[in-house]
């Protein structure tokens, strides 16, 4: 099949059922994301709750909020992950950020703060990409910029708690070389052009570079594309945490990592955090606006929700103590179920507000002092990570104590 | 454009135009390859009798005998690099070699001897980049075997006498990352997939791999892609001798070096050297018989030479006498026009055997001479080259006298 046969085959799917695109750059629906047509179609499994008591069983552990929330709601051989642990088999975790952006916003932590719970649970080693070269290639910005946006976002995530004895950071522009490039060029030779359009939609105006970055993404998946970390266990399981968009990079992975003597990696995928004004997709960067930052003031925070959060509560105070809020299109009530963990509050206001008797003022007012801490607390933890930190976390070295 | 319309109009001009063939891959012809139209196709130019003058007269040597024989017939910008050498700037050659087989024949040596010449009367650095990820991508090879033949030809290219004070080889296995990558990313922005499969030809079938690897050539032609040579030098032109069918890499990197703020490169280009059994193409590796090998005996290059190398010779010496040979198909008058360095016995070969007073066999005789000596001398070179040696030649290091 031509690429152009192909990638016309993938447009006239488009044009058939057009409600929903995601891909790695670019979510967008008509109306709310259908997560279950996504799990259909991407050919990932639900985590269901047989597997989340699983889990708790054998950490002896509440799962974290984002478990028992539903915010990571599909995976691909987690179970075996399970396995490995429950058999005292070692395994790492991998995930990553593409540093288009200085500030965060509170989409983009979500995987670190589940990774850190992860981390803290398994007690395993961690790796994450900073895919600058990624951002050079999609984004109008020259290779320094990315460079600088990296190591800024670096520090973001330090904050969220990682331990410098397990966790190795890198940027593909500092790192790529060696065994990462000879793994780079395992995967490329095991994807044809056709197939990479079939993935990831690539046209012929797209440059060459766009079309040498899967395997870039791929490779982290593998033990030996860090020897300093990992060698001798090349047969080390990966387990990847990530939101659900960046399914068919591992999908690629999945399918050249037999073919290479790798395991396929195992993943566990988060849905999109909404935006202030209604969840039909992630939040966008353009409009400031759309997204609570780690570095807005508590006054913009309080700003940003009682202007822009979309509200699920009714037109007047006599309609909403009679029909009660929709919680399903609420977006505070949503924001508090991914940040709130006190689970028999969060019942509570879903309960009296969706029954009219508290209203949207009084939970907005609940997000914003959850919000204002969280952000506050990143704040903080951010001021405090140091160059020398960055560093550190940075430095391609072994680490000696990963496992314990 | 789509990339199948791109290919399509490429295969219509083949199909058009089918009598030669001539990319990186492949080089093939109906009868002799037709140099000019080459010359046309690509948009380089001739190089002529007076730009050879301009470099005798610059260098006060005698021009090399594949410029004296027009070996190297065929330019770009060679014009500019005599000019900055006449106002006593400064440039680098690059050159390289994809390491495929163990044993180089006689057509591998020539960019290698002609190379060498240039470094010798310009007393300027050069870079040599072995490309094992490029023969991964296209041979059914592992990386560790490409890397393996890397090696071993990097000893038959030290073996051709480069001054090592001035001389970095490197393999893309081993040097690909830092600077060179994000060159590599730099140059992949700038080309689209479309402009892609113009140059190169590539399927929507061929993988990723190759797709990817067009960059990686076209890189050792920016200073900044060496920081431990080339540091603050990032203005220096750079000239390279290469075999005509590597320009489509060139005519890339020409296109974009001015968009990142580089000189475009500079190229001088040969010729191929004749298979044994006539002139239609690059000799192959798939058929022993069709090329002398530096590793051949000297039983072997007189048995080749005598039962293989294809005649411009009469079948009768009667008619032979009355004739004379025909030294447009003669590969024994080629090969002498390749490597016996003294252009009177050549005038007088080409005369005695051209208007039949010389024999076939004499021609022969002579021509294994030729190539026996040269081969002995190539053989005990690379025979004193140490596995040390090669580790120096390779080793990521500054040039301090690169220039003096």
Same mark, same amino acid.
């Given at each position: 099949m031509?690429a ?20 790695p750059?670019e ?24 597997l989340?008591?699983?889990?708790e069983?054998?950490?002896s ?12 709601f599909?995976?691909?051989?987690f ?35 589940f ?24 984004k ?18 330090i904050?969220?708690?990682? #331990? %410098? ?7 593909? /522009?500092?790192?790529?070389?060696? &065994?990462?490039? *000879?793994?780079?060029?395992?995967v490329g ?6 197939q ?6 690539f046209a012929?105006?797209?440059?060459i ?6 395997p870039?993404?791929a490779?982290?998946?593998?033990p030996?594309?860090f020897p ?9 399981p ?19 990592a037999?073919?290479m003597?790798?395991?396929k990696p ?22 400031p ?10 006054? #913009? %925070?309080k700003?940003k929700?009682?202007?822009?959060? /979309?509200?699920?509560?009714?037109? &007047?105070?006599? *309609? ?12 505070p ?5 991914f ?12 309960k ?27 704040r ?5 990570v140091?160059?020398?930190m ?5 430095a391609?070295?072994p680490?000696p104590?990963?496992?314990?």
């Amino acid at each position: 099949m031509t690429a152009t046969t192909e990638s016309e085959k993938k447009k006239r799917e488009e044009e058939e059922e057009p409600e929903q695109v995601v891909n790695p750059w670019e979510v967008s629906a008509k109306g709310k994301i259908d997560y279950d047509k996504l799990i259909d179609r991407f050919g990932c499994q639900k985590l269901d709750e047989a597997l989340i008591s699983r889990l708790e069983q054998l950490t002896s552990r509440t799962p974290h909020v984002f478990l028992r929330r539903g915010v990571f709601f599909a995976h691909r051989d987690f179970a075996e992950i399970l396995d490995a642990y429950e058999r005292g088999d070692k395994f790492y975790l991998y995930t990553g950020r593409g540093p288009s952006s200085e500030a965060l916003h509170l989409g983009h932590l979500i995987p670190f703060m589940f990774t850190k719970y992860l981390q803290d649970v398994f007690k395993v080693p961690l790796v994450i990409q900073l895919t600058d070269d990624e951002k050079f290639f999609w984004k109008n910005l020259t290779i320094e910029e990315c460079r600088r946006l990296a190591r800024e976002n670096a520090k973001d995530i330090i904050a969220c708690g990682f #331990d %410098i004895s397990k966790t190795f950071i890198f940027s593909d /522009f500092n790192y790529v070389g060696g &065994s990462f490039y *000879k793994n780079m060029c395992e995967v490329g030779k095991r994807v044809t052009y056709n197939q990479a359009v079939g993935i990831f939609g690539f046209a012929g105006e797209d440059h060459i570079g766009k079309v040498s970055f899967p395997p870039v993404q791929a490779v982290p998946s593998f033990p030996s594309s860090f020897p300093h970390l990992f060698s001798g266990k090349e047969n080390l399981p990966c387990l990847i945490p990530c939101a659900i968009d960046q399914d068919p990079y591992f999908r690629m992975t999945r399918d050249v990592a037999p073919k290479m003597g790798f395991h396929k990696p195992a993943l566990i995928e988060s849905l999109f955090f909404p935006a202030l004004q209604g969840e039909t997709g992630k939040m966008s960067a353009s409009d400031p606006n759309s997204a609570i930052y780690v570095t807005d003031s508590a006054k #913009d %925070i309080k700003n940003k929700v009682n202007k822009h959060a /979309f509200s699920g509560g009714q037109d &007047s105070i006599e *309609k909403h103590r009679q029909l009660g809020a929709n919680l399903e299109v609420d977006i505070p009530v949503k924001y508090l179920t991914f940040f709130l963990e006190d689970d028999d509050e969060l019942e509570h206001i879903k309960k009296e507000y969706g029954e009219g008797r508290m209203l949207t003022g009084e939970v907005k007012q609940r997000l914003v002092q959850v919000l204002t801490e969280l952000v506050e607390r990143h704040r903080r933890a951010r001021a405090s990570v140091t160059e020398e930190m960055v560093d550190a976390f940075m430095a391609i070295r072994p680490l000696p104590h990963m496992f314990s």
